[in-house]
């Protein structure tokens, strides 16, 4: 079955030092992966995506993230947190196998990690 | 629009009563989602439409939910004799066709039934 891991519920890290939400996929083929951000009472932003190419994806607010096929990780880093990136984050894939017509199919989410980012 | 647009923001309902939850994509935008997050945050994906046409309805329960998105109009999700279960924070998304290139989703700031 596919399926999308956040090992961990939460995440905390004191303001100014770097922080890594993980994500680890289990999906057949080559998936296209997502990072979101849901605030308080909010819908979900995108932060960054990987379809293909360079392994290192930067994205919104200074995120980042790594896809590594091996080891069927896309972990989402910053290099210095602020206290505005306090939020729940949310891993998902959208497997390939499909043929959508260029546009994603249904997003497999990950459980959410909350990050809390203390000045 | 420029944003996914969903309405209401709350909703109640009585077991028993019927729910309807509205969803506005992003103008010329293709795909429309909906999701269902529960208590504990998890993502249920329901339902997808390209353009009018049901395009996977894998996760949409057979009883009680109906969805439509018909042509100037917003999408709709309809629950038929709500159960306590059903509350939830429903969210709508919407995504743009791009041949031979994926794009994201833009989500709304959802609908919050709860049901009593």
């Known amino acids: 079955a596919q399926s999308v891991a956040q090992p961990e519920d939460q995440v905390n890290v004191a303001e100014g030092n770097p922080l890594t939400v993980k994500c680890t996929y289990s999906?057949?083929?080559?998936?296209?992966l997502f990072w979101y951000v849901q605030y308080p009472n909010r819908g979900l932003q995108f932060l960054l995506k990987?379809?293909?190419?360079?392994?290192l994806v930067k994205g919104s607010y200074g995120f980042e993230a790594e896809f590594n096929k091996s080891q069927t990780s896309f972990h989402l880093k910053k290099p210095s947190a602020l206290v505005s990136d306090s939020a729940l984050y949310f891993c998902?894939?959208?497997?390939?196998?499909?043929?959508?017509?260029?546009?994603?199919?249904?997003?497999?989410f990950g459980k959410g990690t909350k990050l809390s980012v203390k000045p | 629009g420029e944003e996914v647009a969903q309405t209401p923001k709350h909703l109640v309902r009585g077991e028993g009563q019927k729910a309807k939850l509205y969803c506005a994509p992003i103008?010329?935008?293709?795909?429309v989602f909906w999701y269902q997050q529960v208590l504990k945050n998890e993502f249920k994906f329901l339902i997808s439409?390209?353009?009018?046409?049901?395009?996977?309805e894998t996760g949409m329960p057979k009883e009680r939910f109906s969805a439509k998105c018909l042509p100037n109009s917003p999408c709709s999700l309809e629950i038929q004799a709500t159960k306590l279960e059903d509350s939830a924070v429903y969210f709508c998304?919407?995504?743009?066709?791009?041949?031979?290139?994926?794009?994201?989703?833009?989500f709304g700031q959802g609908t919050r039934l709860t049901v009593v």
């Open positions: 998304a919407s995504s743009q066709w791009v041949e031979a290139m994926d794009t994201e989703a833009f």
């Open positions: 999906v057949s083929g080559n998936p296209y």
């Open positions: 990987y379809i293909t190419g360079d392994n």
């Open positions: 998902a894939v959208s497997p390939p196998e499909r043929d959508y017509g260029g546009s994603q199919g249904n997003l497999i």
């Open positions: 103008k010329g935008h293709s795909y």
């Open positions: 439409f390209q353009n009018e046409n049901v395009f996977d």
